[in-house]
């Protein structure tokens, strides 16, 4: 995450590897016409939440890793509602008041209540990371938080209100620095377990200080040792076990940052990504019984393209081609690439930033939430970064890159290909600003994806989508039945003739954040649907025809049949 300044002015084989690969990724794609419009309507909501890292000066590293976010609907009134995470006081700051996460409820029309206090959701404690996810079964959403400090479970009671029952669930994960958390049914077993990223070993006794030409800075993360992460499995009665030694997880010791759980090899069962911070990321293969085997060396995502770690920070998982196969897509550190690794669907994958431009503009930049979007509905998924340092003074002591910066917007061109669409994508992609996580979702319900960003220290970007695009679209929202509430981990194919789009549910992804768990497909021209097949955790099928377009489904596990099977459909 971090380089010395012997690193930097060192012109070593590798640094001349990038240079080339920087210059064939910017120049190597012709120019496209944006069809995407991103407008800033933070003013406009409502919302007043300004966060903070908790920093007192003294450069404790976990103020530069804050934070994440969730996107979710927690009193089922069919609007997506926003959950900000907060730092909490450091050694050495004080606050009148104490700070603490914040959450507004959506009540259209880009109009947000506060509800942090009725709800029960104002957690003091230092939020990194977040999932949600209906983990007791009773049809709501829950909530996870991966924190500096002791993690917190609150369950929804179904009336507007959480509680926080982390100490019956056994899951508050000892005192950790904390990263991204995601909810996945590991086993196939119908509930939802939990995986706790576990950033690094850290107490003020051991805090590093660093400085470059006399200027203070956050130290390297390899100043602090690394930690296996933990995984709780679901006992299907409100509380969990850590299995972390018997799954093959705590094995493996790194500095996890993001994470994504998807099934990339299509086997039915949920594999699990994880971003390490300086040193090879993890790739879990699941054997569908909850054992996880280490592949991402064979599978070729434990590095960069010239064989390097880089400075992993968020992971997100889509199926950018429209080949049937769920890639991956990483933000990193300063003076690296982004990285789009493409799944070839043999059970490894292939390093395209150059023959895709997936990293365009990306490498002055440090890059954190990101995700696959089809933000302008055209049948396939754009990627938006966010962007910003973390050492809040790097303008000091290098001219390369600034801690406010632009976000960036990548559009596919729908041969697999990308441009940089940032400048020319409404004013929303001219917000100046260090970002973190970010989420992503339909906040208007007007059929189109709209975004939430997290800024450290200041107020957060809300932007709303208002692409020109008439491209077509279809929701689909999954309810269980013998497996999880809310389908997670389940793979939605959506099938117009010899074109399919491919997604599959997920608690927690990008950076450190929650979002999109209502499905989103762009079709273009494509003016009706053919069939929508699920496959659900457990190797369940369901088939669904003949579906009209524009409209949110609500597909229920067990009642295939025409659109009549197509429960609680209705239109946005």
């Known amino acids: 995450m971090f380089f010395s300044g012997v690193q930097k002015s060192m012109l070593s084989l590798r640094g001349r590897i990038t240079v080339i690969l920087i210059l064939l990724c910017a120049f190597s794609h012709a120019h496209a016409k944006s069809t ?3 407008t800033d309507v933070t003013k406009e909501t409502g919302i007043t939440f300004k966060h903070t890292d908790g920093s007192s000066g003294k450069h404790y590293i976990m103020e530069t890793v804050s934070a994440g976010l969730a996107l979710f609907d927690y009193d089922n009134d069919g609007d997506v509602d926003i959950y900000f995470l907060n730092g909490a006081p450091l050694k050495g700051t004080k606050f009148d008041v104490l700070p603490k996460n914040a959450f507004y409820r959506n009540e259209g029309n880009w109009k947000f209540t506060d509800v942090t206090e009725p709800t029960g959701l104002g957690d003091t404690g230092y939020g990194l990371g977040v999932a949600v996810a209906d983990y ?4 709501d959403l829950d909530v996870y938080l991966n924190n500096y400090g002791p993690n917190v479970l609150y369950r929804n009671n179904g009336d507007g209100t959480f509680t926080d029952v982390t100490k019956q669930a056994g899951v508050d994960n000892g005192f950790q620095v904390g990263a991204g958390a995601c ?3 590991m086993d196939g077993d119908g509930d939802l377990d939990l995986y706790a990223s576990n950033y690094l070993e850290f107490s003020y006794d051991i805090h590093v200080t660093k400085t470059i030409g006399g200027v203070p800075v956050y130290a390297n993360p390899r100043y602090y040792p690394p930690l296996p992460d933990t995984l709780y499995r679901n006992n299907g009665d409100g509380t969990f076990t850590d299995v972390s030694k018997v799954s093959g ?31 090879e990321n993890f790739l879990f293969m699941n054997d569908g019984s909850g054992k996880f085997e280490e592949v991402a060396l064979v599978t070729g995502v434990a590095y ?21 196969w769920l890639d991956f897509y990483m933000t990193s550190y300063q003076q690296q690439l982004t990285a789009l690794y493409k799944n070839l669907g043999n059970g490894t994958f292939q390093e395209v930033n150059l023959i895709t431009g997936a990293g365009a503009g990306t490498h002055p930049y440090v890059t954190w939430g990101n995700s696959f979007v089809d933000f302008d509905n055209d049948g396939d998924r754009d990627i938006l970064v966010a962007c910003g340092h973390l050492q809040d003074n790097i303008e000091l002591f290098d001219d390369t890159s600034s801690y406010l910066v632009r976000n960036i917007l990548l559009m596919n061109t729908g041969d697999g290909k990308f441009v940089n669409v940032s400048e020319e994508s409404g004013d929303g992609m001219k917000v100046k600003l260090s970002s973190r996580g970010a989420g992503f979702d339909d906040l208007d319900n007007d059929g189109d994806i709209d975004v939430v960003i997290l800024n450290p220290r200041r107020e957060p970007t809300i932007l709303r989508n208002d692409s020109l695009s008439k491209g077509h679209w279809l929701q689909v929202r999954l309810q269980g039945v013998k497996t999880n509430r809310d389908g997670v981990g389940a793979h939605v194919k959506v099938v117009v003739g010899d074109f399919t789009l491919l997604d599959e549910v997920h608690s ?8 999109g ?14 069939r929508i097949e699920v496959r659900w955790i457990g190797g369940g099928v369901d088939v669904f025809n003949d579906i009209a377009v524009e409209q949110l489904l ?15 459909s209705r239109r946005l």
């Open 36 to 38: 995407i419009k991103l």
């Open 508 to 515: 927690g992804r990008g950076y450190q954040s929650h979002y």
């Open 554 to 568: 609500t597909l229920t596990e067990g009642s295939s049949e025409t659109a009549g099977g197509c429960e609680g």
């Open 517 to 530: 768990m209502r499905l989103h497909f762009g079709l273009g021209n494509r003016a009706h649907v053919d």
């Open 136 to 139: 007791d079964n009773d049809g």
């Open 304 to 324: 960069d393209v010239s064989g390097s770690s880089q400075g992993s920070m968020g992971v997100d998982c889509g199926d950018y081609d429209n080949d049937g």
């Open 249 to 279: 997880i705590a094995e493996h010791a790194g500095w996890g940052m993001g994470m994504v759980c998807g099934d990339y090899d299509n086997d039915g069962d949920t594999d699990i990504f994880i971003a390490n911070d300086v040193a």
């Open 183 to 185: 909810f996945l049914d």
